[in-house]
């Protein structure tokens, strides 16, 4: 269509349409013809125009990622202090009171502490889940080529560690433990690098990023596999048919969030009794959150110009709103339609985002960084094959893999670096990776059953996410003074 077609003024819709009343002609900007119109706001009440700006500066704090990270490292070192306080005793009897979650007959008990760990913490791998399939959508991961180069290094960065972990603890009771320094926080590992803003290359971060969401992947692949209960048979099967049905309302393209929502809380009751560890039903229900709009958006611009003009026709000035009937019935419909243009996986994500890394992350750093040190030898923490394990692999483990499988790669034609990224910044990569806070903590409440063995891990894990962040900042800001005083 030529541009004389397209600005060709359509005379039939003008001349049917009546012309509006002249004081809201008026209303509309009296400037003198060529002036600049005055710009109207949609929005009546100054109170809430206050309200709306003070909300756009809490969304903007809300999504900075570093503020999250900040927040949960925070509430870590809080619950050092306060398990090693006399207030230790009132937190750990509020942690052990038992609470009831359920649906109808479906219902479980547990303590808080519990609560958190199964229950909130399967809302934090919904959005985990949600995160993967955006990658897989239309992020990094779906170029297998592209991706392949941080996915493979990401094998390499949990390998390395396991096997670091198993020879320490090789013969001992303590084996079980191999998986917890495998683990990559995203959240912590990138706040902590994007406290180095340019001196790192977006490309690095977009590697990293990728890195650590096959990190996730491998981890939650590992938890499912080898940190579950013995399974229960019946509930196991229940499972498999509530999927099914999750499975039955993606096909029948339900682009409804709700009942997906609903199904998911039936799934996890049911894992939680199958002794498959019941965070997984959060990533099984993204996998069938719709990625997709019902609305064409091909046609949504012309649809709204119709809308439109349907709402100037049918408006009233000297009406109140409670009389304005045909106008708001209009509304309601275009509300509808601009609901569902954003995809149900969508929706979920930012329904939960906030929640998730300003309370549920939070909660479960205070409540599994209960180190109480009060009486402990320091010393046999230090010795223990446990703590070790757990240090060394995340801290030398994890660049060791990342890095030599990367190298590798490149030496053998398999892939080649991105653009911009250095092999210093792959090395911030590695040792960065070492930062495993949220999901070590968790495998290993897992992995032991006694606490010495638990408290040793999770020292092992604070002190180890510390000394990787630090290194990788450390190292970023020496390598680029040394660079600088060679020129």
């Known amino acids: 269509m030529s541009d004389s077609q397209t600005n060709k003024p359509n005379n039939a819709n003008s001349s049917s349409r009546p012309q509006r009343p002249a004081k809201a002609r008026d209303r509309q900007g009296s400037g003198s013809k060529g002036s600049t119109p005055k710009r109207i706001s949609i929005i009546a009440e100054p109170a809430v125009v206050r309200r709306l700006s003070s909300q756009r500066v809490i969304d903007s704090i809300t999504s900075n990622g570093t503020i999250a990270a900040t927040v949960m490292v925070l509430s870590a070192l809080l619950a050092v202090v306060v398990a090693n306080s006399p207030a230790h005793e009132a937190v750990e009897h509020i942690l052990q009171a038992e609470l009831s979650v359920g649906i109808g007959s479906l219902t479980v008990g547990m303590s808080v502490e519990a609560f958190i760990n199964d229950f909130l913490m399967a809302i934090f791998f919904l959005l985990v889940g949600i995160e993967l399939k955006y990658e897989v959508r239309v992020g990094q991961l779906r170029h297998p080529r592209q991706a392949a180069l941080p996915m493979l290094a990401a094998v390499g960065g ?199 890394n300003f309370v549920i992350l939070p909660l479960f750093a205070f409540a599994n960084a209960q180190i109480r040190l009060v009486g402990i030898d320091l010393g046999s923490i230090v010795t223990d094959s446990v703590a070790q394990g757990v240090f060394l692999g995340a801290v030398l483990g994890k660049p060791l893999g990342i890095v030599i499988v990367t190298y590798l790669l490149v030496q053998i034609g398999f892939a080649k670096l991105p653009e911009h990224v250095t092999w210093s910044q792959v090395m911030a990569v590695g040792i960065m990776g070492g930062m495993g806070f949220t999901m070590s903590i968790l495998i290993s409440g897992l992995a032991f059953a006694d606490p010495n063995q638990v408290l040793a891990a999770k020292c092992a894990i604070l002190v180890g996410s510390v000394v990787a962040g630090a290194s990788g900042l450390a190292f970023v800001h020496a390598h680029d003074a040394l660079k600088g005083a060679s020129k």
């Not at 396991?162 to 683990?183: D, R, S």
């Open 158 to 356: 949990v390998t390395v560690p396991a096997l670091i972990y198993a020879v320490l603890n090789w013969g001992k009771a303590t084996i079980g433990g191999w998986a917890i320094p495998i683990a990559t926080d995203i959240a912590f590992a990138l706040g902590v690098m994007s406290l180095l803003g340019d001196r790192v290359a977006a490309e690095t971060k977009v590697f990293f990023q990728t890195l650590a969401i096959a990190d996730d992947i491998l981890a939650i692949l590992v938890l499912a596999l080898f940190y579950g209960q013995s399974p229960n048979i019946a509930w196991c099967a229940a499972s498999l048919g509530v999927t099914i049905v999750l499975w039955l309302m993606y096909k029948a393209k339900v682009y409804t969030a709700k009942p997906y929502i609903a199904v998911g809380a039936v799934l996890w009751v049911c894992m939680y009794n199958s002794g498959i560890h019941a965070t997984l039903a959060g990533v099984i229900l993204a996998f069938f959150l719709p990625s997709h709009s019902d609305v064409r958006l091909s046609n949504l611009r012309d649809w709204l110009g119709r809308k439109a003009r349907d709402l100037d026709d049918k408006y009233d000035d000297d009406a109140h709103v409670l009389g304005q009937h045909d106008f708001t019935k209009a509304a309601v419909s275009v509300e509808r339609v601009m609901h569902h243009v954003t995809p149900p996986l969508e929706r979920v994500e930012r329904s939960i985002s906030t929640g998730v």
